[in-house]
Structures are given as structure tokens and as C-alpha cells.
């Protein structure tokens, strides 16, 4: 029995439509090569192959930025022009002219299908897909079959496809059906396609039914013929009508979740036949493909996501929704932000908060509190000095609350605050900030020197700097590698739309050297740089010791005397050098020795105390073998007390002992920059010891049968130290 092959015909509308999404494709293409977006600009067309012969598909690509590849059935076949995976393909043409054409050899059954020609898609481009490509093998026909035979599963009520295959054709056979021995046809159609082995090719007829009930067992009937068949050949299936899985969800617990709770998920259907496979989405994004419970922690971010669970079969597949209600602590969803207005104005305050349950919103201003229970505060009056000031917003429900502050700002001319005198080394980088009360925040931030505005466009010395401040705006001068030049005034003006201020910023040089110290300079100056201040803790230790110990002196002999202690110390040095001069010869008799004595003690007791010293005449040996008289001493500077003395507290035999110790802690230092005003000692008045200034207990030996307790007298219990006056 012969049967025809149906054609299907193209109404006119329908052409017009083709040629308008022909026309649409064209414009598309132009803007894509235009914008240099990637493209298919050869798309591969269907191909029919004899079994053992080779095919070209051709793909030609332009822009492209993603990665090439080939899919046959919806399945890639890989990246590499290769194609290892698949001997019998590979990916020719020019790489660099964008030809990615696949190249089937020895075709088989496997190369039947539908091929398509992919561009991934990239962080900047979109994906790209050819047009499908049918690549069909002629081969003889077999017998037809059905899909599913001898039972076909449908749903009832859900119009289903019932498939009769015939394979091995050259040409494809042509399909009929028959229900029951009755010829169908209405909704009946064919679609031929090659194997995959190159050899045979097949059609697939389909005959779309909507079955009921009395659809089951109906014995559907598929026949195929060709013109190199004598008769059709057959096959027949029972109707057997199923229904896709009917899904219900349980939720635990169901409600009053917050946040961070764990939140368990069960998935149930009813199916004929049974569920083949579970899927789980959040708000369209798949969690989970393995079980029928999901379970998930709960997240403030998740509240008004939808968690899906999908139920499939052969027939089909369901899905069942639940909408999360995560209950969480109230929240700002940004930070309210300050709010400047004129006086007499208008303005609005706005508190954006995010909670559930939905918190309640209230304004504070100090004490007081507004009704009114929204996130916008409103002036609709005119504003007054009392409006301006910090307002509190308060978000609450039965989780929680938070607070911020919101400052509404008055309007008004800017102020230059900060510090007005600021510093800088030489050959440093100098760093002159402006800070200013400005609201509105300023326009403008100027910087100038004299008449002259600083340019700082395009400079390699000069750059500022701007940053935000609460209620203004810093500006920050930069001058690389400053010198003489640069130190000196300069002007920073502030301008916002209610007028201007300046100010004169003085920029100092910052002093990196220890300024001379004075030996007798007994007052300091009120107020000195920090630079000064460091250098005189290590140059002027020494001012400072002598200042103390002569306030010590002072405070136990109980001296009331108005003229200064330098002046005192300078007489007795002075003095002290007369005896020293007057002794230089060594034939002077000691009768003067004892008058130079007593003109000391006289001196001494000018100030309201006896003289401290030994009381046996002084000799310009000995004092020439204790007191340092070269220029050596320029170097060594205020020497530290007891810095030179042995270990047992006696100064060395070389002399470096350092200044005269007398009994009750005074101490006179000679003029040492002249040595010839010393005599020199003479080894004949050496009593056998070593000389030494502390007299018994305080380091000095014991003296010799010439010099008696009477001549030294006891030892006063003091605290020695020594001082070094340069005058």
C-alpha cells in the first residue's frame, strides 16, 4: 500500500514574518560588528552524507573573545581544535580568520544528529550559537518502532507525542498511524534525521493525542514504507496514561523563624511513575540534586526568597514553593546622613531602617520627642535657631533597636579653624593643613602667597590635597623639599554659596641642631620650640645641675643674699686664682700662702659661712696635679660628676678627676683654658701619697705627719657632688 509524504506549505503571513526577522538578523549583525561584539558570521547548514564518506560543517567566527567549540546533540564535543576525544573530528581552517569548521571523516551512525557551533560567553561578552546543522547518512529502512512500546506512557489530560521510529533509510520511509485499524489524520508529522552511524537514515513520526481515561489500552499503530519496500512494515504499542508527580512541602518549623535558625525542608509526591530525581532552588539558584530534605540556615538576607523543591519523572516534573519569612533585629539600610539648611527654610530628615516585623521609627532631639512613626522627619515650618542640632533616629521591635544620629546643619558663611602656626624641617616635605567650618561643604578651598595664587597644576613642588570633614572641608598644601624661600605666610581661602573666609598660616622652620648651651644662664625662655626643648635636655644638663646644687647650698647655710650665685661663684673662682698666680713661685714664702688663705676665708664668710676647704695653705703644685689646664677640657665639656674617679671613689693619678670637692659639697671651678696661670707641680712637696681632694671618709688618703686632724678638723656629714662654673 503506498503512502504519500506530506509537504508543509507556508502561509504568506508567515513569509512576511521570515523576511522581517531575515531583515531584523541582518541589523542585528551590522551593530554587533559595530559595537565589536563576538558573532557567528558563518553559521553551519545541513549536510547528507553517504556512510564512509567525509562532511564539512562550516562555522566562522569574528570578535570572538570566548571559546569555540562544537556541540552535536546538545552535547559538546571540546575546546581543542583536535578534538582527541573524537578521532574521526577535527576543527579545521584558519584560526586567525575566525574558520572553526568541523571536519567529519569515515561518518557513521554516531555522526547523526544536530550540530551546533558555540562561542562561550566571557565577563564582558554574551554567549553565541549557531544555527543548528542536520547532518544526515543515507542507508535502507528498518522496521518502524514506538517509543515506550508495548506501553506508552502519557499524562492525562496533557497533549503527548507518541514517536514511531523507522531507521536505516535511503531515503527516510514515509510514517501513517492507525488506532484501533483506523487511519489518523490530523495532528500527524514527520521529522527525518541521519544515525549516528553515518550508514542509515531515520524518520520520527509523531502524532500529538490528548488521552483520557478511555484512551487506556488503545492500540496505536505505526507503518513505514519507502520505495524500496514491497510492503509496509509495522509496529503497535498499548496506550497506558499516567500522571506527573503531585508534590507537597513541610516546612519545620513553620513559622517565627529568625535569624540563624535551622531551618529543615521536606520534599513528597505521588507520581506514576515514581520520582526519578529532586532538585532544590533558592530564589532560582539550585542548591541541592540528591535527597528529598534540604536543610539551610536562616539569613536576614534570605527573608522574601523563595525556597522550591522539583520533583521529575518520565512524565514530567512538579514543583512546590515556599516563601521564607525570617523574622531579624532592625537595621539601617544606610547611613542617615547630616542635612544643611537656611534659617527660615525648609528640610527633611530621612532614617532608613530595615527590620521584620517592621520596626517603629521615632526622632529625639535631646529630651525631647516627636509624634511621629515614620523614617522622614519633615520641618514644614519655617526653621528657627532652636531646630538646628542633633536629632536621634530609634528603630525598634520586639528584637532589638538601633540609633543614629542625623545633624541638622545652619547655612552660613565658612571659618577657617586649625592651627595657624605649623612646621617644617628644611629639605622636608612641608605639609600646611587648612581646616574650616563650612556648611554647606565649600565650593572652593584657595591657597596663595602674597598676591600670588599657587598653582599647583602641573607642579612638581605643589599639590593639595581635599578631604570631608563633618561639618566642613580640610585642604592640605604639600611642598616637596622646602627651603629658605618657602618659610613665611600663606593664605587659605574658604568660599561656599553664603560668602568667604581666610586665614594666614605661618609655616616656621622646624629647628633639627642642639642650640650652645650657657654655663650660667639661670632662666629659660617662656615658651621654645620641641626641637629646643630635646636639645637642651642633653646640651643644657648641665645649667640645670648647677642650678640645683646651688639652690641646695643655699637652702642649708640659710644665705639670704640678693646678688645672684653666679656673680658669688665668679668672686671666689677669682679669687682662687690670685692664690694660684701668687704661688706659682715656688720660693714664696708661706707666710703669704696663709694670707692668700685667709683672704679666702674671709671671702667665704662674707656669705654667711666659714670656709669649707683644708686648712693648710694651698700649694700651686698640688693644685696644679687636680685641675685640668688644657684644651682638652673645650672638648669634654661640663664633665659628669665622679664620671673620671677610680673605684674606690679617688680620682686616678693622671689628673682626670675631674673639679675641686670641698667638704660640704661646693665646688670652684678655675679658669682651665689658660695654663699658664697654674704652676707646675713639684714632685719635692710630695708627701708620699697620691694627692687627692677628698678629705678622710671622702677618698682622700691619710695624710702624712705634716698635715694633722687639727690642720683638716672633722668632716662634715654631707652629700658631695660637683660644679663645674665657667664665668
Not at 158 to 183: E, H, V
Not at 229 to 240: E, G, P, V
Not at 275 to 281: F, G, I, M, N
Amino acid at each position: 500500500m503506498a503512502t504519500e509524504r506530506r509537504y508543509m506549505y507556508y502561509p504568506k503571513s508567515l513569509l512576511s514574518q521570515s523576511c522581517l526577522s531575515f531583515l531584523l538578523l541582518i541589523t542585528a549583525t551590522l551593530i554587533d560588528t559595530a559595537l565589536g561584539i563576538q558573532r557567528i558570521v558563518e553559521h553551519p547548514t545541513d549536510q547528507s552524507v553517504i556512510v564512509d564518506n567525509s562532511v564539512i560543517l562550516h562555522c566562522k567566527v569574528a570578535d570572538r573573545v570566548g571559546t569555540v567549540q562544537w556541540t552535536r546533540n546538545k552535547f559538546g564535543l571540546g575546546n581543542d581544535r583536535s578534538l582527541s576525544a573524537y578521532p574521526r573530528y577535527s576543527v579545521i581552517g584558519s584560526q586567525v580568520n575566525g574558520e572553526y569548521n568541523l571536519w567529519i571523516q569515515n561518518a557513521s551512525l554516531l555522526d547523526d544528529g544536530v550540530y551546533e557551533c558555540q562561542i562561550s560567553h566571557t565577563a564582558t561578552q554574551r554567549g553565541v550559537r549557531s544555527n543548528p546543522a542536520k547532518v544526515s547518512v543515507l542507508l535502507p529502512p528498518r522496521e518502524p518502532t514506538i517509543d515506550s512500546s508495548p506501553v506508552i506512557t502519557v499524562t492525562e489530560g496533557i497533549d503527548y507525542n507518541i514517536t514511531c521510529r523507522s531507521y536505516d533509510g535511503k531515503p527516510a520511509p514515509n510514517i501513517t498511524w492507525w488506532i484501533n485499524g483506523q487511519l489518523q489524520n490530523k495532528r500527524s508529522y514527520e521529522i527525518v534525521t541521519t544515525q549516528s552511524d553515518g550508514k542509515r537514515e531515520d524518520i520520527v513520526g509523531l502524532m500529538t493525542i490528548k488521552p483520557s481515561k478511555q484512551d487506556h489500552g488503545k492500540e496505536f499503530e505505526c507503518r513505514a514504507i519507502n520505495p524500496a519496500l514491497t510492503s509496509y512494515l509495522k509496529t503497535t504499542a498499548k496506550l497506558h496514561v499516567l500522571y506527573k508527580p503531585q508534590v507537597t512541602l513541610s516546612v519545620s518549623p513553620p513559622t517565627e523563624v529568625t535569624e540563624n535558625t535551622v531551618m529543615q525542608f521536606k520534599c513528597q509526591a505521588d507520581a506514576n511513575p515514581r520520582v526519578t530525581s529532586w532538585k532544590w532552588y533558592r530564589n532560582g539558584n539550585i542548591l541541592s540534586e540528591s535527597s528529598q530534605l534540604l536543610e539551610i540556615t536562616s539569613r536576614q538576607n534570605y527573608h522574601g526568597q523563595t525556597i522550591k523543591c522539583e520533583a521529575i519523572n518520565t512524565v514530567g516534573k512538579t514543583t512546590k514553593s515556599y516563601k521564607l519569612n525570617i523574622e531579624y533585629s532592625p537595621r539601617f539600610v544606610k547611613e542617615p546622613l547630616n542635612v544643611d539648611a537656611d534659617l527660615g527654610g525648609r528640610a527633611t530628615l530621612n532614617c532608613v531602617v530595615d527590620g521584620n516585623p517592621v520596626p517603629r521609627v521615632i526622632w529625639k532631639k535631646g529630651s525631647q520627642e516627636f509624634p511621629i512613626s515614620k523614617p522622614t522627619l519633615t520641618f514644614s515650618r519655617a526653621l528657627t535657631e532652636a531646630d538646628f542640632g542633633t536629632y536621634v533616629c530609634v528603630a525598634s521591635s520586639n528584637l532589638g533597636s538601633v540609633e543614629r544620629q542625623v545633624q541638622l546643619l545652619k547655612n552660613g558663611k565658612p571659618k577657617v579653624t586649625g592651627d595657624l602656626r605649623q612646621y617644617a624641617a628644611e629639605g622636608d616635605d612641608a605639609v600646611i593643613e587648612c581646616e574650616s567650618d563650612s556648611v554647606p561643604k565649600p565650593k572652593e578651598i584657595l591657597w596663595s602667597r602674597g598676591s600670588s595664587k599657587i598653582a599647583t597644576t602641573g607642579s612638581s613642588r605643589f599639590s593639595t590635597k581635599e578631604s570631608d570633614l563633618v561639618k566642613g572641608r580640610k585642604s592640605i598644601l604639600t611642598i616637596k623639599n622646602i627651603h629658605a624661600a618657602d618659610y613665611g605666610d600663606y593664605n587659605c581661602t574658604v568660599i561656599n554659596n553664603y560668602g568667604m573666609d581666610s586665614a594666614i598660616i605661618k609655616l616656621i622652620q622646624k629647628e633639627t641642631t642642639t642650640p650652645p648651651k650657657s654655663m650660667c644662664n639661670c632662666m629659660l625662655p617662656d615658651a621654645v620650640p620641641l626641637a629646643y626643648v630635646l636639645a637642651g635636655v642633653f646640651g643644657g644638663l648641665g645649667v640645670i645641675v648647677i642650678i640645683v646644687v646651688i639652690l641646695i647650698i643655699y637652702n642649708r647655710k640659710k644665705v639670704k643674699d640678693e646678688a645672684s650665685p653666679c656673680t658669688k661663684i665668679h668672686n671666689i673662682v677669682n679669687e682662687m686664682n690670685s692664690y694660684t698666680n701668687s704661688t706659682a713661685d715656688t720660693n714664696s714664702t708661706d707666710s703669704a700662702n696663709k694670707k692668700n688663705l685667709e683672704n679666702v676665708r674671709m671671702e667665704f664668710r662674707s656669705t654667711g659661712s666659714e670656709y669649707p676647704g683644708p686648712q693648710e695653705p694651698w700649694r700651686g703644685d698640688y693644685l696644679a696635679n687636680h685641675i685640668r689646664a688644657d684644651a682638652e677640657y673645650d672638648q669634654l665639656g661640663n664633665i659628669i660628676p665622679y664620671q673620671h674617679t677610680k673605684q674606690d671613689g679617688r680620682p686616678p693619678v693622671n689628673g682626670y678627676g675631674g673639679h675641686y670637692d670641698y667638704q660640704d659639697g661646693n665646688m670652684y671651678d678655675v679658669d682651665r683654658r689658660s695654663s699658664d696661670r697654674l704652676p707646675t707641680y713639684d714632685r719635692s712637696y710630695d708627701s708620699g701619697f697620691e694627692p687627692d681632694v677628698y678629705p678622710k671618709q671622702y677618698g682622700r688618703p691619710p695624710p702624712s705627719s705634716e698635715f694633722t686632724n687639727d690642720i683638716y678638723g672633722p668632716p662634715p656629714t654631707v652629700t658631695t657632688g660637683r660644679l663645674s662654673t665657667n664665668v
